[in-house]
């Protein structure tokens, strides 16, 4: 357990706490010497909060399936990095006219025919030959331009992500590297991979062959899409078929995608949900809203639940605080190994 101390008082009311941390940082220079002699320790990321909305409730759901423990104990805060509510495309600020012009150029391209074609370039996997830590340190460069919440690179959400899971869920290793690895498909933005824009790599994806639903954020830009009059892609099931599974159904294209890709193309020891997460991590529309589950086979209901789980500390792991990555960066390299080849084709 680790925290954070801005005030002496703080500090006081830790010591005076039956479950004492055993990490403390003080990041106050002016405290008092008997409290500086108090805290020799590093801390890493603050305590996690997590819970099913954004809104100061609890999360009560404790098992899925008798597995997976949702703790109440992580609250979600109350803002984001920017102090605002998450994923508020409203709230005026200084990223929202970017946040939104981002989604207006992304809905009216992203067609059917587009991520068709996208996938097949990219399923080559010829762009490059690297590891995963190799890949993580190229996205240090970048920022989420479709992301209300976070301005920081890259690799300090995903270690947000991963820490906060692997103290929620110690035993669950394959889960925290699934944090860790999973907007690795960002790199579509370097130079080396083509420098692909932002509205076709990141932001939220959904199906393409099928109508869009109302749900998915900033839906009004949709209608200056080819595929919105389309007599076949703007109906319901388009061109797919009641429940035939999420694994037939072309997603919009994007570093899920192209990640996903990646780890099915390579020899990837992780297990099926970790698949999934990857692939769908970005469907809000989906995992949020609860839309398009006519698509959906029982797999995939499943497969759900672990992605409902997985995004709490995907979006409420945001924030200013950073991560010490050389004290953490042993531990998952040890996850990489186990689970990924030295090398993958990209």
């Not at 698949?275 to 809203?289: D, G, M, Q, T």
Request: aromatic letters at 14%; a negative charge; hydrophobic letters at 35%.
């Amino acid at each position: 357990m680790t925290w954070r101390v801005r005030r002496e008082a703080d500090l006081e009311a830790l010591f005076r706490h039956s479950a004492f941390p055993s990490k403390i940082s003080i990041i106050n220079p002016s405290f008092s010497v008997k409290f500086q002699s108090l805290a020799a320790m590093t801390v890493i990321v603050p305590e996690p909060v997590l819970e099913e909305s954004c809104n100061g409730e609890s999360v009560k759901e404790r098992q899925i399936d008798g597995k997976i423990d949702l703790s109440g104990e992580f609250t979600v805060p109350d803002s984001n990095a920017f102090g605002h509510s998450f994923r508020d495309y409203e709230k005026e600020s200084e990223r929202k006219a970017g946040v939104e012009e981002f989604y207006r150029v992304n809905h009216i391209n992203q067609t059917y025919a587009f991520a068709k074609r996208k996938k097949e370039e990219y399923g080559r996997l010829e762009k490059a030959e690297m590891s995963i830590w190799e890949c993580i340190e190229l996205l240090n460069e970048f920022v989420d331009e479709s992301d209300p919440d976070l301005d920081e690179p890259q690799i300090e959400h995903l270690l947000q992500s991963a820490e906060a899971i692997r103290r929620d869920y110690p035993d669950e290793d394959w889960l925290h590297l699934t944090a860790l690895i999973h907007d690795l498909g960002k790199v579509l933005l370097h130079p080396s991979f083509g420098g692909e824009p932002q509205w076709c790599v990141v932001g939220d994806t959904f199906p393409l062959g099928c109508a869009f639903d109302e749900s998915i954020v900033h839906h009004q830009y949709f209608k200056q899409n080819p595929d919105y009059a389309d007599p076949v892609l703007s109906t319901r099931l388009g061109v797919y078929t009641e429940n035939c599974g999420l694994d037939k159904v072309t997603i919009s294209w994007g570093h899920d995608e192209y990640m996903y890709l990646v780890m099915k193309g390579n020899e990837v020891r992780l297990p099926p949900a970790a698949f999934f997460i990857v692939r769908f991590h970005s469907f809000y529309a989906l995992h949020r809203s609860g839309a398009y589950q006519y698509l959906m086979n029982d797999e995939d209901k499943e497969m759900l639940k672990w992605l409902k789980i997985f995004n709490k500390y995907d979006l409420y792991s945001k924030s200013k605080v950073r991560v010490n990555v050389e004290e953490v960066k042993p531990y998952y390299m040890s996850l990489i190994n186990k689970y990924f080849p030295d090398k993958l084709r990209w």
